[in-house]
């Protein structure tokens, strides 16, 4: 070993040069018109999961590798990891191709150095944590190239790892140019790789089309690299789905089951109880706190966050919603929200962007709230809509209470002032602003500012006239039990 070796072998954690996440292929097998790596899964493209592990590892340079749809996909690069390099590959295709365009480019910035990493954009569950071990197992060994395998029961469709009687890896063989004895092969090439920016740089200058797909294959560097000296090894993960490449959407929806299955655990291991976490669905980027409560068929979705000793669900479904500690949040659907501490939703309540629910508060069954603040205490216990508008403390606002904010061409606000009591059927017609400690009759129509402390009453006196139905509907179910009753309190005097 030389000394530069062993200083390499003993700093395993080192930052890997460059990561090259090749993103190039088309992903017709998803028969959709967006491009297959800005499909998601748990809230983020499988590019995006691709980005995340990689940028785990802190490599010097990062350059992910385009050319199918472009454009598009350049553009959701630049918005997830601004500082990644976007490289285009020409029109000679296959993977070794990406790479080498990927080398170019960053030479072209400053000649890379040491390990290079190589993943692809399509492979959503691979962690940061195996791509550590692949780099600590390629610089402590000094290898020339390390590649990451797995053990299939089905290897059909993948480059197979081909071994010398030791053992030691002697190359990759794509499926399409196997022998019949070499697709029994079930160890794989995941296509997953650490090199020597040295060692690869040199072998892809050698490497032709001349295979069964003429394409340039960045697998066979391994053969390359290994007739010039190069000591190539794989790492053998026993864990496939961090391997698994989704080509089409049945694929998509295996490996999003299984990374959510992942997810959830990682929750429940972190002090949140799931009761079931079969029907519970938490994206990569929501944040839990330990003793929250997750009841059966809960979808937390984008930068939702939940305080400790909240309870959600059962049956909600939440984007970007914050919950406060203790509050409980059932049968809900929810985005863009805030809800506070100790604070109570639904059942069945609707929760549009710009509600935010003060500590304590209530928005009960059958509620649609949006673009509305709700002060401490203050409760909207059944059946309306609250929109644009703003509602002090420890007000109650009645049954059945409706914001008319919508004049046909432009919305108003409400405001309604602390310690308020609405009565069942109140319309607010926006914009209107209601004092402090006022109260509202039933069925009132506000059209006009109330004062604090005043009741506003606007419905007409209400008129009884005796007879009427018997008068103006005879013969009718109504009228014959009007008749009906008449008599009996005639009888019964
Ligand atoms: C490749 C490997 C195979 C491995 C398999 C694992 C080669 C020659 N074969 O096969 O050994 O078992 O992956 O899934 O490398 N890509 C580009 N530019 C291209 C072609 C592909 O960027 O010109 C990207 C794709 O977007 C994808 C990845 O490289 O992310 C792999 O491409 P794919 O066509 O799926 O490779 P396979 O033929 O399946
Ligand atoms: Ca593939």
Known sequence: M????????????AQPAAVVVLAAGAGTRMKSRTPKILHELGGISMVGHALAAARGLA???????????RDLVAAHLAALDASALIVDQDEVPGTGRAVQAALDALDAEAPVAGTVVVTYGDVPLLTTELLEE???????????????????????????????????????????????????????????????????????????????????????????????????????????????????????????????????????????????????????????????????????????TVARDAVVGPDSSLTDVAIGEGAHVTRTHGSGAIIGEGASVGPFTYLRAGTVLGAD????????????????????SHLGYAGDAEIGEDTNIGCGNITANYDGVNKHRTKIGSGVRTG?????VAPVEIGDGAYSGAGAVIRKDVPAGALTLNVAAQRNVPGWVEANRPGSISAELAQASATADISGA
Do not use: C
Not at 2 to 13: L, N, R
Not at 59 to 69: G, I, K, M, Q, S
Not at 143 to 157: E, M, S
Not at 361 to 380: Q, W
């Open 424 to 428: 069942s059927n109140t319309v607010f």
């Open 59 to 69: 490599p010097e340079r990062l350059a992910v590798v385009v050319r199918h749809e």
């Open 361 to 380: 508060g209530k928005i009960g069954a059958f509620y649609e709230t949006k673009n509305v603040t709700i002060g401490r205490g203050s409760k909207l």
């Open 134 to 304: 692949l780099v600590a197992t390629h610089e402590g060994d000094a290898n020339a190239v390390t590649v990451l395998t797995a053990v299939l029961a089905d290897a059909a469709g993948y480059g197979r790892i081909l071994r010398e009687a030791d053992g030691t890896v002697a190359g990759i063989r794509e499926h399409k140019d196997a022998t019949d004895a070499e697709r029994e092969i079930r160890e794989i090439n995941s296509g997953i790789y650490a090199f020597d920016a040295a060692v690869l740089r040199t072998a892809l200058g050698q490497v032709t089309v001349n295979n069964a797909q003429g394409e340039m294959y960045l697998t066979d560097v391994l053969s390359i690299a290994r007739a010039a000296g190069g000591r190539v090894a794989a790492v053998v993960t026993e864990d496939r789905w961090q391997v698994e490449g989704a080509n089409d959407r049945v694929q998509l929806a295996a490996l999003g089951a299984e990374h959510n299955r992942r997810t959830v655990e990682g929750w429940m291991r972190a002090g949140v109880t799931v009761v079931d976490p079969a029907t519970t669905w938490i994206d990569s980027t929501v944040v839990l706190a330990e003793d929250v409560t997750i009841l059966p068929g809960t979808q937390l979705h984008g930068a939702t």
């Open 2 to 13: 030389s000394p530069q070796d062993a200083s390499s072998a003993t700093s395993a954690s």
